[in-house]
């Protein structure tokens, strides 16, 4: 029989409708319930698209006698971090600081006033590498509500006033400067893989807000070390087995520092972002693998993760069934010489393995090899290449795909926005464009919908029940801003700013700081507020770039004012911890070099528009239109006349304006182009 998840719109809730364990979603009855009956609450958080969360979902939470005791002794609360971030913000501080690390599935149980007092991630179902099984894990913490629970409380409330401790240090003493920046790009050169590029070790994640920061850093100083980095570090995942050698786009991350072998969940934001990334790195270099990454990846995106109703979806799983019907992480994508030899012959097969590093010992599990690009195989035919990729994608996709999580979350539908619309633009592809403008109606449409403020998630196109947190809102002002740039229909600025006001009214604090809810969210027992880019830019960063734009579309002082208040983070943080503050970065080179204010009094997609788009100085924001009406759309295009009947572009930054010119060549040169 269904449990209470059943009525939920998250896929990853909807997993766990018909376990034995009687789930309840986050709400105030559920601790309502837990005090009714005097028992602890167990917190489990999750996504759709997790492995170990599946894992223990098959272990545990599946298991009958498991399940019992959970019920008996507990009220289950089950959390879809997607849907609730801000809910698994504060645990997972929680977590992080009692155990020094964290991750999903991620397990806490709270007294039924939400504080915390265990804590872990995976239990297995049995004892092993000195971790206890899940069953001595409930009957330790049953125990001790039982018996000692004088200490229990002792324990919640301590952590409790350690979260509520952690003041954050952020700036306040202005933006950051040029010693600052430089003191990032120092430190991100600290810790640069010169053999295989990116940051860091193993596991490696794509550092695509880095990528943006080093790009417009180039930009904007000439820095050949910047541009270096981001450009081997492109080439590197490229080549690797990260990126999808037969569909396009990339995994999550890299189980290597080589890049070889994917954690292999394909997830909307991080092909967001690298679309991006590469689309940039083509408008500074020209690059053709550049250029033919952005557009596989917007490609994907578009046939993989397209709802019928216009949106993005969430994640494609790792995990699908192989040849023997075992769900296993891998099995769509990996490939061995025996099915390389099915499908195209000994000699064209031979010709694959060489070209993509397929090898008979296996570079992933059980004798398979991810797809790549080693680069050793010589000079090769390129038509060749292109048939044994369409025979072995036609062949790969008669194999089970792995699962996809179709919820929409509106910060990654912005991200993804944004990367359409440029990708679009600077290729041609007008197909791309529209794909971006359906996706933002639907936020328009549904996530805003009649009240007003962005809601996080919706699906089959009804809005879920959660608010939207800031990076909700800095994400989709930022997609819109990017797509009234690229199409010149001023209802996209309109909404920005819409948008930004809310952000304005309802998430900033003293002194610049902003918070990941609402003035008026749910209290938890915390406000989460993390101004750190992770996997995608944070709230705070974003919500500093998006008004930051809208300032230099509009000439509001208030905007600009909470844009320079945000970055006051970026000036304590980027010095120290570079690779955690790369959107921020990214916003700093902005603001630095003005941001410019670019005024196109000539028509949408012209010569000139496009020259205006494909400027590389950081952040430059752009106005096209023609016509009376066209300053009615754009502030920036009142006053603008055209200089002798041509259409004439006016570039300007800090209240001060290069004199117009008709000419493209002269407009590229005002913007590094």
């Not at 409708?17 to 609450?41: C, G, I, L, Q, Y």
């Not at 000139?608 to 066209?630: K, Q, W």
């Not at 754009?634 to 055209?642: A, E, G, H, I, S």
Request: one cysteine or more; glycine letters at 10%.
């Amino acid at each position: 029989m269904a449990n209470r998840l059943a009525q939920t719109t998250s896929p990853y809730l909807l997993q766990h409708a018909d376990n034995p364990v009687d789930w309840w979603p986050w709400s105030p009855e559920a601790f309502e319930e837990a005090r009714k009956r005097d028992v602890p609450v167990l917190l489990s958080v999750g996504y759709a698209s997790c492995h170990w969360c599946h894992v223990m979902a098959h272990e545990s939470f599946e298991d009958d006698d498991t399940a019992a005791y959970l019920n008996a002794h507990f009220v289950p609360v089950k959390v879809d971090r997607e849907e609730r971030p801000d809910v698994d913000a504060v645990y997972m501080e929680a977590v992080q600081a009692a155990t020094g690390h964290g991750g999903w599935p991620m397990t806490v149980f709270l007294t039924p006033d939400a504080e915390p007092f265990y804590f872990g991630t995976y239990f297995p179902p049995e004892p092993r590498h000195g971790s206890p099984s899940f069953q001595q894990v409930l009957e330790g913490v049953t125990a001790a509500w039982t018996d000692r629970r004088d200490e229990v409380a002792e324990v919640a409330g301590r952590i409790v006033a350690d979260l509520a401790g952690r003041s954050l240090v952020h700036g306040g003493d202005g933006v950051p400067g040029e010693s600052e920046v430089a003191q990032a790009l120092l430190g991100l050169t600290r810790e640069y893989d010169e053999q295989h590029g990116g940051f860091g070790g193993a596991p490696k994640f794509p550092p695509a807000m880095v990528v943006e920061f080093l790009l417009r850093h180039h930009a904007r100083t000439g820095a050949e070390g910047a541009l270096q980095m981001a450009a081997d570090t492109c080439t590197a995942m490229a080549r690797g087995g990260i990126y999808d050698q037969l569909g396009g786009g990339f995994a999550r991350y890299s189980v290597d520092r080589e890049w070889i072998v994917p954690h292999f969940e394909k997830m909307l934001y991080d092909n967001a972002l690298l679309c991006r990334v590469y689309a940039h790195l083509w408008r500074t270099t020209g690059s053709d693998e550049a250029r033919r990454i952005a557009l596989e990846t917007a490609d994907f995106m578009v046939r993989e993760l397209r709802t019928a109703e216009g949106g993005f979806a969430s994640a494609l799983d790792a995990d699908s069934e192989d040849a023997e019907g075992r769900h296993v992480e891998g099995a769509f994508y990996v490939w061995t010489p025996e099915q390389l030899r099915d499908v195209l012959g000994e000699d064209d097969a031979a010709f694959a393995a060489a070209y993509f590093g397929v090898t008979e010992e296996g570079t992933f599990e059980e004798g398979a090899s991810v797809l790549r690009l080693p680069g050793d195989a010589g000079p090769v035919d390129a038509a060749r290449v292109a048939g044994v990729r369409a025979r072995l994608l036609a062949a790969r996709d008669e194999r089970p795909h792995p699962g996809r999580d179709d919820k929409v979350v509106a910060a990654w539908n912005g991200l993804a926005i944004a990367a359409l619309a440029e990708t679009g633009a600077y290729f041609d592809r007008p197909d791309l464009v529209e794909r971006a403008t359906e996706a933002a109606d639907l936020l328009v449409r549904v996530h805003l919908g009649e009240v007003a403020r962005l809601t996080r998630t919706s699906k089959d196109g009804r809005a879920g029940d959660n608010a939207g947190v800031l990076e909700d809102y800095g994400d989709v002002a930022e997609g819109f801003l990017t797509l009234a740039a690229v199409t010149g229909e001023g209802a996209w600025l309109e909404f920005a700013g819409f948008l930004l006001d809310i952000v304005l009214e309802q998430f900033t604090g003293e002194g610049g700081q902003l918070y990941d809810t609402a003035h008026d969210a749910e209290q938890l027992i915390r406000r989460p507020q993390d101004p750190t880019d992770s996997a995608t830019p944070s709230g705070w960063t974003a919500a500093a770039g998006a008004l930051l734009s809208y300032a230099a579309y509009t000439g509001s002082e208030a905007h600009r004012t909470a844009a320079e208040g945000a970055l006051g983070v970026v000036k304590a943080l980027g010095p120290r911890v570079p690779r955690f503050v790369g959107w921020g970065l990214a916003v700093a080179e902005a603001l630095l070099d003005g941001p410019r204010e670019v005024a196109v009094a000539g028509p949408v997609g012209g010569e000139l528009h496009r020259t205006a788009l494909l400027g590389r100085a950081p952040g430059a924001v752009v106005a096209a239109g023609e016509g009376p009406g066209a300053g009615a759309e754009f502030p920036l295009l009142v006053d603008r006349p055209l200089l002798g009947g041509e259409p004439t572009a006016y570039v300007c930054r800090h209240f001060v304006c290069d004199a117009p010119t008709t000419d493209a060549r002269e407009l590229a040169a005002k913007l590094g182009g």
